[in-house]
């Protein structure tokens, strides 16, 4: 069956980097759009960055442009998110999400990652 | 950019009882919306795409609505499992939420 499995999160210092990977499964992954999404304890969701099936093309949400980098290995059937300079508001559950339709502009995110938490704290 | 409020933010029903979610666009969108149901400690999961049509797998208990600006998530009977948080997206943005709780 389809499915996206996220890994990488943790706790980090204000400041400092992580890498969170996103395995796919079950689907053509080089074949599909795919998005990270974001959600802090207790809130909504935020789209934050979109990457073309074959990564020539990436969007950024204002909060994390610059500080954030979608990135995708076909070969390895597995997303990526660059996270530096993180601060104490981007604590929250990360989640990948494949696009459903053929394009690149997010139109609707299925399936999800069952998502990796990430604190930002001292 | 566009704005999507969703009304109202909490829904206090019982089972069995009908839910009328609303959504609304800042401008208008067409028909690109889509409802999202989140359960506490889950994934969001897609019901319905393009306002109206639903994802593979959902109950026809749910059933989505409009066009423009104003959109509405409808859910006929109300099960036990559906006491959830419901989001409405276009495109790059979310909706903030209706928790749907029981009364």
């Known amino acids: 069956q389809v499915q996206l499995v996220e890994s990488g999160g943790g706790v980090v210092q204000p400041g400092g980097s992580l890498r969170l990977p996103c395995t796919a499964s079950g689907f053509t992954f080089s074949s599909h759009t795919m998005h990270w999404v974001r959600q802090a304890p207790g809130k909504g969701l935020e789209w934050l960055a979109t990457i073309s099936d074959d990564a020539t093309k990436t969007y950024y949400a204002d909060s994390v442009k610059g500080r954030f980098t979608i990135s995708r290995d076909n070969s390895k059937n597995t997303l990526f998110l660059q996270m530096s300079s993180l601060r104490g508001e981007d604590t929250a559950v990360y989640f990948c999400?494949?696009?459903?339709?053929?394009?690149?502009?997010?139109?609707?995110?299925?399936?999800w990652g069952q998502g990796t938490l990430v604190t930002v704290s001292s | 950019e566009i704005v999507l409020t969703q009304s109202p933010a909490t829904l206090s029903l019982s089972p069995g009882e009908r839910a009328t979610l609303s959504c609304r666009a800042s401008?208008?969108?067409?028909?690109?919306l889509a409802w999202y149901q989140q359960k506490p400690g889950q994934a969001p999961r897609l019901l319905i795409s393009?306002?109206?049509n639903r994802a593979t797998g959902i109950p026809a208990r749910f059933i989505g609505s409009g066009s423009g600006t104003d959109f509405t998530l409808t859910i006929s009977r109300l099960e036990p499992e559906d006491f959830a948080v419901y989001y409405c997206q276009q495109r790059s943005t979310f909706g903030p939420g209706t928790k749907v709780e029981i009364k």
């Open positions: 393009d306002a109206s």
């Open positions: 401008q208008s969108i067409g028909r690109y």
């Open positions: 999400a494949r696009e459903a339709t053929a394009g690149i502009i997010p139109d609707r995110f299925d399936p």
